[in-house]
């Protein structure tokens, strides 16, 4: 059932059930610490991230790029012919990719003598785990620690349950045989909005049904504005308040989904259920432990990701923090400093980096403009379009904007920077600078100083920071 040689080591410093990016990093740190560490996956190493979400989604979303440029690539100049996208080839290149990661994640762990264990692991009172193998086989470890990492599964919809073909989640839409001519994305969040752009771009025409009164919740409006005209370009129309009740599979193929209020349901080839993921934690806990689940299946937690049994804490998305992966890096570093006593400060999730990777990009820290004066600030915001940022220009990628909120001082002028949001061509790797400002507490007059490169899409955040100090460039 072990891998690494160790078929007769049976106790360790640290236990890890579950092998995603909040188990495997604390396997990796903790054994960088040089701790003896044990990784019990039943499934793949890498998680729902490598293989079923964040990667393989983002390298869809670059096939759906690599034909954005094709058909626009006449504005350049440069005359090219458009036929057609094999499939079968972007499929095969999206798992190259992921394989080739899984790989170096395994290798790495090899290479720190991590023992890993492919099995189902149960945690018993004693921090004792008892393990059943992907052959059958049983085995039981114990642990000075266990780090619980067991993950989520996306959140399925009564009268949507998935089928492979014409409902699906997240775990089958990477494996879709075709594109479909037309698709409904039941759900606008981060991951809905990137099935709705990658579709889209690739040709399909789609359709989004989102219960709540705007898609994006968590963005800033000004950003969510942005999306939502860029998506109109595409041909995607956002519904929302859009309830569902079912659908009717037809004869031919596809299925009629019932909408609420709707008189006559709306006729297309494929169902992507995107709502959310669950906490999994069936059969992860045995009776008897300190570890208390809340009604919505989550294992509860205190700052520092410790559970109420001793020596047990829980990371990633088993827990009620945002299911980001490097969110759950983070978790992971945290819960191995703290069993090495290190007592290392907690995870600040209202300031942790978002990046949503639909076309356009939206990325964030910190408060967005309604959220910060709900909590009571007075503010004052500034907004730089890319409009007119030359780099923007020289891509041809001019949609979306830059927005710094900060906290306006007793003499009115602006002070410390609480937030910042940005959506436009690449901006998931523009956030650094922002995230930082707000994570330091920098006041716009600090972070004004910085120089910033010329021309860069980068150089949108320096003048928006800029112009809030009572004196710009470009703005």
Request: charged share 20%; with cysteine; glycine share 12%.
């Amino acid at each position: 059932m072990s891998e690494n040689g160790a078929d007769n080591h049976n106790h360790f410093d640290i236990v890890v059930i579950g092998g995603g990016p909040g188990g495997y990093a604390a396997a990796l740190y903790g054994a960088s610490a040089g701790l003896d560490v044990a990784l019990v996956e039943y499934d793949k190493i890498g998680g729902t991230c490598l293989h079923r979400g964040c990667i393989p989604a983002k390298e869809l979303l670059e096939t759906a790029a690599i034909v954005r440029t094709v058909k626009h690539a006449g504005n350049f100049g440069v005359v090219v012919e458009a036929k057609s996208v094999d499939w079968a080839v972007t499929l095969e290149r999206k798992q190259t990719v992921v394989d080739r990661l899984a790989g170096g994640v395994a290798s790495l762990l090899k290479n720190r003598k991590v023992t890993i264990f492919n099995g189902f692991g149960t945690l018993h009172p004693g921090r004792v785990v008892k393990l059943k193998g992907v052959d059958g086989s049983e085995d039981t470890i114990t642990g000075e620690t266990v780090i619980l990492a067991s993950g989520s599964t996306p959140r399925v919809i009564p009268g949507f349950e998935p089928d492979g073909t014409t409902v699906v989640t997240s775990d089958e839409f990477f494996h879709l045989p075709q594109v479909p001519a037309n698709a409904v994305v039941i759900g606008g969040g981060a991951i809905g909005c990137e099935f709705a752009s990658t579709l889209a771009d690739l040709g399909a025409k789609v359709t989004i049904l989102e219960a709540l009164p705007k898609i994006l919740p968590g963005c800033d409006d000004d950003v969510t504005r942005v999306v939502l005209q860029a998506f109109k370009k595409k041909g995607i129309e956002v519904r929302t308040g859009a309830a569902v009740s079912g659908h009717e599979p037809r004869a031919g193929g596809g299925t009629l989904v019932r909408v609420d209020g709707d008189a006559a349901p709306l006729e297309t080839d494929l169902v992507v259920v995107s709502v959310g993921r669950s906490p999994f934690t069936q059969g992860v806990i045995a009776d008897g432990t300190g570890v208390s689940v809340s009604e919505r299946g989550h294992i509860e937690v205190d700052q520092l990701c410790r559970t109420g049994e001793p020596q047990v804490w829980a990371v990633g998305d088993v827990i009620n923090t945002p299911q980001l992966a490097h969110v759950a890096y983070a978790e992971a570093i945290m819960a191995i400093k703290d069993i090495l006593g290190e007592e290392p400060p907690a995870v600040d999730y209202d300031r942790v980096p978002w990046a949503i990777y639909c076309h356009p990009e939206v990325a964030f820290a910190g408060h967005s403009e309604k959220s910060a004066k709900e909590a009571g600030y007075d503010v004052v915001v500034s907004k730089h379009r890319f409009a007119g940022n030359s780099r923007a220009q020289i891509l041809g990628e001019t949609d979306g904007l830059v927005k710094v909120i900060a906290e306006k001082n007793p003499d009115g002028r602006a002070g410390r920077i609480l937030g910042v949001h940005m959506v436009g061509p690449w901006v998931t790797e523009q956030l650094s600078g922002g995230y930082l400002a707000v994570n330091w507490e920098a006041t716009v007059d600090e972070v004004a100083q910085f120089i910033q490169p010329h021309p860069s899409l980068g150089e949108l955040f320096g003048e928006s920071v800029l112009a809030l100090t009572g004196r710009s460039l470009h703005g």
